[in-house]
């Protein structure tokens, strides 16, 4: 079974905090995935990684900073912690290659943090 | 650009009645279409995908999509709830960048199954 984990089930945070949310998975993915869900918004991509060292910007990356120094770890970063950064954040792995787009992803519990 | 729109943000059905989540597709080549499932405190899991063979689509738990390029439609189905099914329920459209595959997620749809 695919496993994909995170550092935290629940976080708190205060404004201007750096916040580091850490993802870790087991099954040699070359694509990971940080997503944020809001109520009546699904999940929103923040960046993703394609391979060690390389990352690409998501749909609303601003706030938020990743790296990716090993294949299975994937952490994302909030350099100066607000409360609009409060939500649930997602993390995801998927094999790559041409053919990625068939695959499923596999996700993570999800950190629920909380900004105040 | 490829989205997905998912036409009820809550759906209620009662327990042994069908049901039916709708979602519409933009894309602009032929997709890769996803139906997720989360209940609640739970992880995402993959209910189906479709990746251009047959058109009507099985998945788990008695749930089915059928693809329709005419009505740019992907509708999820189930002939009868039950009340495990109660959950959030997450359309899918994925896009190859160049780099990665991406997923692009509906706003999801909230099912309730009632007594």
């Known amino acids: 079974d695919v496993k994909v984990t995170q550092s935290s089930r629940y976080l708190v945070k205060r404004t201007g905090e750096k916040v580091f949310l850490e993802c870790v998975q087991d099954?040699?993915?070359?694509?990971m995935f940080w997503y944020r869900q809001d109520p009546g918004l699904g999940l929103r991509l923040i960046y993703f990684s394609y391979d060690v060292k390389m990352k690409e910007k998501g749909d609303i990356p601003e706030g938020y900073s990743v790296s990716r120094e090993k294949k299975e770890r994937f952490s994302l970063i909030l350099e100066s912690a607000s409360t609009n950064q409060t939500s649930m954040y997602l993390c995801a792995s998927i094999r790559g290659g041409g053919l990625a787009g068939y695959n499923e992803q596999f996700f993570g519990p999800g950190t629920r943090l909380t900004v105040l | 650009a490829q989205s997905v729109t998912q036409l009820d943000s809550h759906v209620s059905v009662s327990e042994g009645t069908p049901v039916l989540l709708r979602c519409n597709y933009s894309?602009?080549?032929?997709?890769?279409l996803f139906w997720y499932v989360q209940h609640p405190n739970k992880g995402l899991q993959l209910l189906l995908k479709y990746t251009s063979a047959a058109t009507l689509v099985k998945g788990i738990n008695g749930f089915e999509a059928e693809f329709k390029k005419s009505e740019t439609s992907f509708h999820l189905t189930k002939p009868s709830a039950h009340m495990s099914d109660a959950a959030e329920y997450f359309c899918v459209v994925s896009y190859y960048t160049g780099t990665a595959s991406k997923l692009t997620f509906g706003t999801g749809t909230r099912l309730q199954v009632t007594l």
């Open positions: 099954m040699d993915h070359e694509n």
């Open positions: 894309s602009s080549y032929s997709p890769s």
